[in-house]
């Protein structure tokens, strides 16, 4: 488990990384300041899945669940989400290795 939320943690950073280096070319190509939300990229890379997912969400979960929760979260820089992802799971999987929890104090303390 911890060498997958490591690896995991690694991969989400190394995708922040790309698309912080392709915004950052963005924004030179276009002398202006350039980040792309996360409903943007998704977009971009597969928008029927996007549909999808707002499909599903509107019919089987709650149809005020995606405006604003959802579209708030889609509005967010790409970078940030998956560099704050990335982040957490290599926080889970250090402090599995050390043998202590997350959260709380170990039992016996």
């Known amino acids: 488990m911890r060498l997958l939320a490591h690896i995991v943690g690694w ?20 002398n202006q300041f350039v980040v792309r939300p996360l ?11 996007l549909n999808t997912l707002q499909a599903v969400v509107e019919r089987y979960i709650s149809p005020a669940l995606w405006d ?5 979260l889609l509005q967010v820089p790409a970078v940030a989400i998956f560099a704050v992802l990335g982040i957490v799971f290599l ?11 997350l959260l709380g104090r170990k039992r016996g303390a």
């Open 11 to 30: 991969t989400l950073l190394i995708v922040a990384l790309v698309i912080a280096i392709r915004d950052g070319l963005a924004s030179l190509d276009q």
């Open 39 to 49: 409903g943007q990229l998704w977009y971009e890379i597969d928008p029927p899945s």
């Open 68 to 72: 604003p929760a959802i579209i708030t």
């Open 91 to 101: 926080l889970l999987s250090r402090a599995s290795r050390r043998g202590r929890p």
